[in-house]
């Protein structure tokens, strides 16, 4: 199929995405190239950690017609794993795929109980896992809580 239209123009809907690519390419380029200040940046960081959760909830309640409130626990555990490996003096960038893979390995056996339950009970299930995780992660002396 075909990207552009008739006359061999791009639709509104694909230059409006092209468009938000392209800005997405520039802010992510900006931090490495000096020209932003350290604010922007955490302020940039922050802004792409909301959409991944946006995109993750988007994903359960939009698709799957599942509500949770405890879908950050997988993106807190890859904070946390790529924390643990940092300490072990691996390199961050590397510390943050093998976290990645890490929490895949974790989620997927999690996955088979807890898509096992429908509505609240699926809420309240992620819930659980998300305050378990919360409590064991405080208790690590490296987070100290």
Known sequence: MSTTSQQGRLSMPRR?????LHQAQLAGEQPFTGVVGAGA????????????????WNALAGYGGLVSVGQQVFFGLGAYFTVRL????????IAM????????????????VMLR?????????MWVVSALTH???N????IQG
């Open 86 to 93: 940092a300490e072990a003096d691996i390199d961050p960038f």
């Open 41 to 56: 940046v955490d302020r940039l960081t922050a802004l792409f950690i909301y959409v991944i959760m946006a995109a993750m």
């Open 16 to 20: 409006f995405a092209i468009h938000l």
């Open 135 to 137: 409590l064991c992660v």
């Open 97 to 112: 795929v093998v976290a990645s893979l890490v929490v895949a390995a974790v989620s997927y056996p999690l996955s088979l």
């Open 139 to 142: 208790l690590d002396r490296l």
């Open 117 to 125: 339950l429908k509505g609240g009970e699926f809420a309240i299930g």
